[in-house]
């Protein structure tokens, strides 16, 4: 059971016999056709072992293997080593005898002694081990053996086995080829036994040993067969050295370092070799011997590996870790002197980056003369849109009042602001806008309100052409107030009440410089909102007149996204949410009642409504809920410390009789109107939907009791009824409210008997 019978061995020597035509005709396909192929066996892998033909999946195993030898395209092989143990790595976890694969699973969870596992599963095993022996070549050989199931036959066989199979890899003539091969020797024994720290290092020692090849003849003629110059030719080895070093430098001593630097000065320096040191061992170890380093880099021997990825690697280090102080300016002087060298464009600016990152963490900030470098004023646009989206990104979940940062940040926010002409395109204003508000709403100076003031003042006078900032300088402002609210409780002294009015009059100034009308009126209610809520009242009266006066100026139609849109949609919207900020404004005590809700009255009649529309009569309807509102004797909602009508009023006579003359003069308008709708029959409908809205107005505010009102109120239910346009979604529910209040307000049980009445024919 445990020999191999002849009649197996004779079997897979005829496989192999087999696979050479099929390697062969893989030698000729290119790149992208070759992975292609690999992947194909790799599914040929899972249908074989799905189907139980053990031996064709041994065979696709070992051809998968074989590709690791060849060398036909040089340049492919870091990927192809990646997909071909890809599929080798599932052969040795997937598709080995399910019982095997069992115990594998189970000792990678938890200590199982070899003397837990059957008999027939170690059968097993050793006979997967003497099939991938009879392999007779040394690379499809190598691979399959590196299997972790050698510890189900006993407790070190994995162990005992990686020193071999590592002695084994010395037999590998090709050094590209046995590189990959070692790299993958310690991947696997890190997994599977990572107490073999010895073997790793010796591993890495064993590569030192071939680098000589690296420049024999036969190398270099295949390279000139290929057309692949010495410098892409040594780049393919640093993926396998970068892992086996990683894998040398994982947790490990100063010690081991100082002993790799010395291998490698034997080695004279080698490019190659000391780029995989310094990305492998630890950043401080690295920069507690820059110096050194430095050194054995201007030493390296010129075997054609670049040499900036020396000075780059080295500088990702330093980013990470800071040199000795006393060689910091030395290290960059030397470094630099380098970088400036370099004639590819694309190779410059990869140093530079690292090392500028170096600059700016040891050394004093020189940033603001470093972006006037950028001449072209494009590209500096676009690198200060960069560092402005760092900075938000940094200040993500915190902000700062650091003066250097902020004068820093505002000139490069000046740069973007001062790049817009008349020649700008929108969505670039828009960007701009937008990272100028991110790196504003970073900006925080705590408690110090009047410093935080002083900043939106600043930013105000830098970014004056941008109107987004400009709105949300207006709102930080709000904000400010409404924070300085908070801290008060409300209850402000006499310096606070001054910030709060300084506060109030910097929005007062600002709104103006806008060009679109509805952010200047939806600035203007909030920031008067924002004043009353601070008893600022004198400052409340001044934004909502400026609102007033606004209104009659808006035009037609309105520019949203880039459309043109009625502007009679967002007008009556706007003037229902100011008519609820104005009942609880106090009158003004020399300007006469409701002088406000006059002013926006007027306003509406010398707004530009559509003609076809009925905006300004439903305007008018609200305003007779607002007056209705005015004449309770207490309000629905108050500002804290603010007395309003209600309160400067209490229900006077007068103050009643003069809302309802008021009210009189709105319904006289509304009923001209309907007049007019009915002159025509394509305003019919129109006419029915302004009476019912009027209709439901008398029924919810008006005194009923008075027969003038209810009159008018069957009135207008018979116009609305007239032509068969009420629609009863409408009509239902106001009858259903009429009948169910009729036994607590009488004069709605007459108003409903003579709505029956009406309907009668």
Same mark, same amino acid.
């Given at each position: 059971?445990?020999?191999?019978?002849?009649?197996?061995?004779?079997?897979?020597?005829?496989?192999?016999?087999?696979?050479?035509?099929?390697?062969?005709?893989?030698?000729?396909?290119?790149?992208?056709?070759?992975?292609?192929?690999?992947?194909?066996?790799?599914?040929?892998?899972?249908?074989?072992?799905?189907?139980?033909?053990?031996?064709?999946?041994?065979?696709?195993?070992?051809?998968?293997?074989?590709?690791?030898?060849?060398?036909?395209?040089?340049?492919?092989?870091?990927?192809?080593?990646?997909?071909?143990?890809?599929?080798?790595?599932?052969?040795?976890?997937?598709?080995?005898?399910?019982?095997?694969?069992?115990?594998?699973?189970?000792?990678?969870?938890?200590?199982?002694?070899?003397?837990?596992?059957?008999?027939?599963?170690?059968?097993?095993?050793?006979?997967?081990?003497?099939?991938?022996?009879?392999?007779?070549?040394?690379?499809?050989?190598?691979?399959?053996?590196?299997?972790?199931?050698?510890?189900?036959?006993?407790?070190?066989?994995?162990?005992?086995?990686?020193?071999?199979?590592?002695?084994?890899?010395?037999?590998?003539?090709?050094?590209?080829?046995?590189?990959?091969?070692?790299?993958?020797?310690?991947?696997?024994?890190?997994?599977?036994?990572?107490?073999?720290?010895?073997?790793?290092?010796?591993?890495?020692?064993?590569?030192?040993?071939?680098?000589?090849?690296?420049?024999?003849?036969?190398?270099?003629?295949?390279?000139?067969?290929?057309?692949?110059?010495?410098?892409?030719?040594?780049?393919?080895?640093?993926?396998?050295?970068?892992?086996?070093?990683?894998?040398?430098?994982?947790?490990?001593?100063?010690?081991?370092?100082?002993?790799?630097?010395?291998?490698?000065?034997?080695?004279?320096?080698?490019?190659?070799?000391?780029?995989?040191?310094?990305?492998?061992?630890?950043?401080?170890?690295?920069?507690?011997?820059?110096?050194?380093?430095?050194?054995?880099?201007?030493?390296?021997?010129?075997?054609?590996?670049?040499?900036?990825?020396?000075?780059?690697?080295?500088?990702?280090?330093?980013?990470?870790?800071?040199?000795?102080?006393?060689?910091?300016?030395?290290?960059?002087?030397?470094?630099?002197?380098?970088?400036?060298?370099?004639?590819?464009?694309?190779?410059?600016?990869?140093?530079?980056?690292?090392?500028?990152?170096?600059?700016?963490?040891?050394?004093?900030?020189?940033?603001?003369?470093?972006?006037?470098?950028?001449?072209?004023?494009?590209?500096?646009?676009?690198?200060?849109?960069?560092?402005?989206?760092?900075?938000?990104?940094?200040?993500?979940?915190?902000?700062?009042?650091?003066?250097?940062?902020?004068?820093?940040?505002?000139?490069?926010?000046?740069?973007?602001?001062?790049?817009?002409?008349?020649?700008?395109?929108?969505?670039?204003?828009?960007?701009?806008?937008?990272?100028?508000?991110?790196?504003?709403?970073?900006?925080?100076?705590?408690?110090?309100?009047?410093?935080?003031?002083?900043?939106?003042?600043?930013?105000?006078?830098?970014?004056?052409?941008?109107?987004?900032?400009?709105?949300?300088?207006?709102?930080?402002?709000?904000?400010?107030?409404?924070?300085?609210?908070?801290?008060?409780?409300?209850?402000?002294?006499?310096?606070?009440?001054?910030?709060?009015?300084?506060?109030?009059?910097?929005?007062?100034?600002?709104?103006?410089?806008?060009?679109?009308?509805?952010?200047?009126?939806?600035?203007?209610?909030?920031?008067?909102?924002?004043?009353?809520?601070?008893?600022?009242?004198?400052?409340?009266?001044?934004?909502?007149?400026?609102?007033?006066?606004?209104?009659?100026?808006?035009?037609?139609?309105?520019?949203?996204?880039?459309? =043109?849109?009625?502007?009679?949609?967002?007008?009556?919207?706007?003037?229902?949410?100011?008519?609820?900020?104005?009942?609880?404004?106090?009158?003004?005590?020399?300007?006469?009642?409701?002088?406000?809700?006059?002013?926006?009255?007027?306003?509406?009649?010398?707004?530009?409504?559509?003609?076809?529309?009925?905006?300004?009569?439903?305007?008018?309807?609200?305003?007779?809920?607002?007056?209705?509102?005015?004449?309770?004797?207490?309000?629905?909602?108050?500002?804290?410390?603010?007395?309003?009508?209600?309160?400067?009023?209490?229900?006077?006579?007068?103050?009643?009789?003069?809302?309802?003359?008021?009210?009189?003069?709105?319904?006289?308008?509304?009923?001209?109107?309907?007049?007019?709708?009915?002159?025509?029959?394509?305003?019919?409908?129109?006419?029915?939907?302004?009476?019912?809205?009027?209709?439901?107005?008398?029924?919810?505010? =008006?005194?009923?009791?008075?027969?003038?009102?209810?009159?008018?109120?069957?009135?207008?239910?018979?116009? =609305?009824?007239?032509?068969?346009?009420?629609?009863?979604?409408?009509?239902?529910?106001?009858?259903?409210?009429?009948?169910?209040?009729?036994?607590?307000?009488?004069?709605?049980?007459?108003? =409903?008997?003579?709505?029956?009445?009406?309907?009668?024919?």
């Amino acid at each position: 059971g445990n020999v191999m019978s002849e009649k197996m061995r004779s079997r897979l020597e005829e496989l192999d016999d087999l696979e050479e035509g099929s390697h062969r005709e893989l030698l000729s396909l290119t790149q992208q056709e070759y992975a292609g192929r690999i992947k194909e066996q790799d599914q040929a892998l899972r249908e074989a072992w799905a189907t139980d033909q053990k031996v064709k999946a041994l065979k696709i195993v070992i051809q998968c293997s074989k590709l690791l030898s060849d060398m036909s395209v040089i340049q492919f092989y870091p990927s192809k080593f990646v997909l071909v143990t890809d599929n080798l790595d599932t052969f040795g976890t997937n598709y080995l005898p399910s019982e095997l694969t069992c115990f594998i699973l189970i000792t990678s969870l938890y200590p199982v002694s070899p003397n837990d596992v059957p008999d027939s599963a170690k059968e097993t095993c050793l006979n997967w081990f003497h099939k991938i022996a009879s392999i007779r070549e040394l690379v499809p050989r190598l691979y399959p053996s590196i299997l972790r199931c050698s510890k189900l036959i006993s407790a070190d066989g994995f162990a005992e086995a990686l020193p071999r199979l590592a002695n084994i890899a010395r037999g590998i003539g090709d050094p590209l080829v046995a590189v990959y091969a070692r790299a993958y020797l310690c991947r696997v024994g890190v997994e599977g036994a990572p107490h073999l720290r010895e073997l790793l290092t010796q591993n890495f020692f064993d590569f030192l040993l071939t680098m000589k090849q690296l420049h024999v003849d036969s190398v270099q003629n295949l390279l000139a067969l290929q057309g692949l110059d010495m410098s892409t030719y040594l780049t393919l080895y640093s993926p396998a050295i970068d892992w086996i070093l990683q894998c040398v430098a994982y947790r490990t001593s100063e010690h081991v370092l100082l002993e790799v630097m010395d291998r490698c000065r034997k080695l004279g320096n080698n490019a190659l070799l000391l780029n995989s040191i310094l990305c492998a061992f630890q950043s401080p170890f690295i920069a507690a011997r820059t110096m050194a380093f430095i050194s054995m880099i201007k030493e390296c021997d010129d075997n054609g590996f670049p040499m900036h990825l020396l000075y780059r690697s080295l500088g990702q280090s330093l980013a990470v870790a800071d040199p000795p102080e006393g060689e910091r300016l030395q290290v960059l002087n030397d470094a630099w002197k380098v970088v400036t060298r370099l004639q590819s464009t694309q190779d410059y600016i990869s140093c530079a980056e690292v090392w500028t990152e170096y600059a700016c963490r040891c050394f004093t900030d020189k940033f603001l003369p470093f972006l006037d470098m950028f001449q072209k004023e494009s590209v500096k646009v676009d690198v200060c849109k960069s560092i402005v989206e760092g900075f938000i990104l940094w200040q993500q979940q915190q902000q700062t009042r650091d003066p250097v940062i902020i004068n820093a940040m505002m000139f490069v926010c000046k740069a973007m602001h001062d790049s817009i002409s008349a020649l700008t395109l929108e969505d670039e204003k828009r960007s701009i806008s937008f990272l100028i508000c991110g790196f504003i709403q970073r900006i925080s100076f705590g408690r110090d309100f009047e410093q935080q003031l002083s900043f939106y003042v600043e930013s105000r006078a830098t970014f004056s052409n941008l109107e987004p900032v400009l709105i949300h300088l207006v709102q930080s402002v709000n904000r400010l107030s409404m924070d300085t609210h908070r801290v008060m409780n409300g209850n402000h002294s006499r310096k606070t009440a001054a910030f709060v009015r300084a506060c109030a009059a910097y929005s007062f100034i600002t709104i103006p410089s806008l060009t679109a009308s509805f952010p200047r009126l939806n600035l203007y209610l909030l920031s008067g909102q924002v004043a009353l809520m601070n008893q600022c009242l004198a400052q409340a009266d001044a934004f909502f007149k400026a609102a007033i006066a606004l209104v009659a100026e808006i035009p037609r139609s309105v520019v949203v996204d880039g459309k =043109a849109r009625p502007s009679e949609g967002y007008l009556l919207e706007y003037v229902r949410n100011l008519l609820s900020a104005l009942l609880v404004v106090p009158d003004h005590p020399e300007q006469g009642v409701l002088c406000l809700t006059r002013g926006l009255l007027t306003a509406l009649q010398q707004s530009q409504w559509d003609e076809g529309s009925d905006g300004r009569v439903l305007a008018y309807i609200s305003v007779l809920h607002l007056l209705c509102a005015a004449t309770q004797e207490s309000y629905l909602y108050t500002v804290d410390k603010v007395d309003s009508n209600d309160q400067l009023y209490g229900g006077d006579p007068k103050f009643i009789q003069e809302v309802n003359r008021l009210c009189e003069t709105i319904v006289g308008l509304i009923l001209d109107h309907l007049k007019v709708l009915g002159k025509e029959e394509q305003t019919l409908k129109r006419q029915a939907s302004v009476a019912l809205a009027l209709f439901s107005t008398l029924i919810y505010c =008006a005194d009923l009791q008075n027969n003038r009102l209810r009159q008018l109120a069957v009135n207008l239910w018979g116009l =609305a009824r007239k032509h068969g346009f009420a629609e009863p979604k409408i009509t239902v529910p106001i009858m259903k409210y009429i009948k169910g209040q009729a036994e607590r307000r009488p004069e709605l049980g007459d108003l =409903a008997q003579r709505l029956a009445a009406s309907c009668q024919p």
